[in-house]
């Protein structure tokens, strides 16, 4: 592995959205995340950050980022207080300016997974510490870091390679996905009914990004011209969370074209890997999954079991790099302690 500099320059820097940093900053992330997985694999201590406390807050459910969060702050040394969506005063009798300004006088970070992009920005504007966005409906950045970490290890490269995004592609996901990508050199494909096309004002700003980068930007509807060649189909479930119910009806009829089964992934090349930033609808073993076969007769949603049970699927690896990551994105933006 390359030699890394331990000295970050992103200490104090809020981790947003991956629009914020350049694309040197972002390709220190995905190093760093790299030289935490191999400390891990060799069971190397990293706790320099002991006696530090970082509070996670989580208006919307998860498993793999609180996971992340947690364990990376406890290798890293860390204490951690978790916020779940009942179990705080967050937006019902305190203001997020206020709670901004309580959390950043007791603890060191501040992660947040809600709504709206601006709450997260209302948090890291009244804090003075770091602020990790952990979803929000627009972005996801620390899975991006994974994301791209993992397609690094799969083919020792990002730069050329064509990654294509089937399914609802105007959401977290999506959206932080073409930024990445767009900022890495990778060829980015929207590849989905045009309803679901990332919204055209952040479209503009990618390709800008990508023509630093020497990168495309495609938006189109046809699965066999937008898939053919791939070297990384990737897909996100079709209703996130926080959205009603009463959309899956919708988005099954106009998305279902665009799951990823093998028809696509035959279509793409040889070497092509899935991807997925799960929770993934890959079968009936979820209690969404079986309502959703009781109302509408379908047996999985965005990927085929075949497809995400196959040789080529990475999700798992993916899941495992979140960790790796997150512990990079807190150690780059907090100072170690003395
Ligand atoms: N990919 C992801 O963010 O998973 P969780 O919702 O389980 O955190
Ligand atoms: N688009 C999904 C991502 C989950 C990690 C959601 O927001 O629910």
């Known amino acids: 592995m390359k030699n ?8 104090g820097r809020d981790f947003l959205t991956l629009r914020d940093f ?34 996670l807050i989580f208006e919307k459910t998860s498993t793999r980022t609180r996971c992340s ?25 305190e203001s997020i300016a206020d709670t901004a300004r309580v959390l950043g006088s007791m603890f060191e970070g501040i992660e947040y997974r809600g709504f709206g992009q601006e709450i997260v920005e ?20 620390t899975q991006m870091i994974a994301d791209m970490l993992t397609i690094k290890e799969k083919f020792g490269k990002l730069e050329g390679l064509k990654f294509v995004y089937m399914g609802d ?38 390709r800008e990004y990508a023509k630093e980068s020497g990168s495309t ?38 998305l279902m074209p665009y799951q990823v089964n093998m028809k696509a992934l035959k279509n793409a090349k040889e070497t092509a890997i899935f991807m997925h930033c799960l929770p993934a609808f890959h079968d009936l073993k979820t209690k969404v999954g079986k309502e ?10 965005e990927v085929t079991d075949e497809v995400f049970e196959s040789e080529q699927s990475v999700v798992f690896d993916e899941a495992e790099n979140r960790m790796h990551s997150i512990k990079a994105i807190m150690a780059a933006t907090l100072k170690k302690s003395k």
């Open 4 to 11: 890394i500099d331990l000295n970050s320059n992103l200490v």
């Open 22 to 55: 350049s694309r040197e900053e972002i390709e220190y992330l995905i190093e760093l995340a790299a030289y935490y997985k191999e400390k891990k694999k060799n069971g190397e201590r990293v706790d320099e950050y002991r006696g530090q406390n970082v509070a």
């Open 69 to 93: 969060f947690e364990i990376a702050a406890h290798d890293l040394g860390m204490g951690t207080t978790y916020l779940d969506p009942q179990g705080s005063q967050i937006g019902k009798k």
């Open 122 to 141: 209302e948090l890291a504007k009244y804090s003075k510490v770091p602020v990790w966005n952990g979803l929000t409906n627009e972005y996801h950045p």
């Open 169 to 206: 592609a105007r959401y977290n996901m999506g959206n932080s996905l073409m930024i990445a990508c767009a900022k890495l050199g990778l060829d980015f494909v929207a590849c989905t009914n045009k309803e679901y096309f990332p919204n055209e004002e952040l479209v503009n700003v990618c």
């Open 217 to 254: 930007i495609t938006l189109t509807e046809d699965v066999m011209e937008g898939t053919k060649d791939a070297d990384v189909l990737y897909t996100d479930v079709w209703v996130s969370m926080g959205e009603p119910d009463s959309i899956w009806e919708e988005r099954i009829s106009k």
């Open 292 to 301: 959703i076969y009781e109302k509408f007769g379908i047996t999985e949603m």
